[in-house]
């Protein structure tokens, strides 16, 4: 029974409703995963509108709402709204997107923009506690730590998954359509 969980996590959203990466977007490894799958989602809308009143009907208790942004004002309007969706219990804000602004680097690549990204979602989330997801890709994983907290974090996830990549020797080409993804599973612990 759906009872029995602690908590369901929703998948990254952002404004507006995004296709995705093209598939195939997932490759069993060894040791996990690859996922390209590139955020596809209804938009903020939808889910408040459509996905949050399905998900209430089966789960009774709150969920965790994953929030993607492409710029500083996305982010914002995504928390915005999430602040007064019912059964959304907590955010967590995905700072591994690229800022278009600072030449397509991810927020979590930073610590001024992770910083300004975690100010961001905790003046719009309203009462709604904000943990901040962070991005292995960086050289220090506590300077970005320190930042978010520094911006507000009520929490910090550590961490999104790392950048992998699979060939199939049989067919000479990429296990993904996207080439990389993100890697998670058992070898990402060590």
Known sequence: PLSRLGGISLKGMTYAERAGNPVPRIAETPAGMLNSVGLQNPGVEAVIREELPRLREVFHKPVMANVSGFSIEE????????????????LEVNISCPNVKAGGL??????????EVTQVAKAHAGSVPVMVKLSPNVTD?????????????????????????????????????NKTGGMSGPAVKP
């Open 75 to 90: 982010y914002a309007q995504v928390c915005r709204q999430l602040d007064g969706a019912e059964q959304v219990g907590w």
């Open 106 to 115: 991810a927020y979590g690549t930073r610590p001024e923009l992770a910083a």
């Open 141 to 177: 994983i506590t300077v970005m730590a320190k930042a978010v907290q520094d911006g507000g974090a009520d929490a910090i996830s550590l961490i999104n998954t790392l950048t992998g990549m699979k060939i199939d020797i049989n067919r000479r080409a990429f296990a993904i359509a």
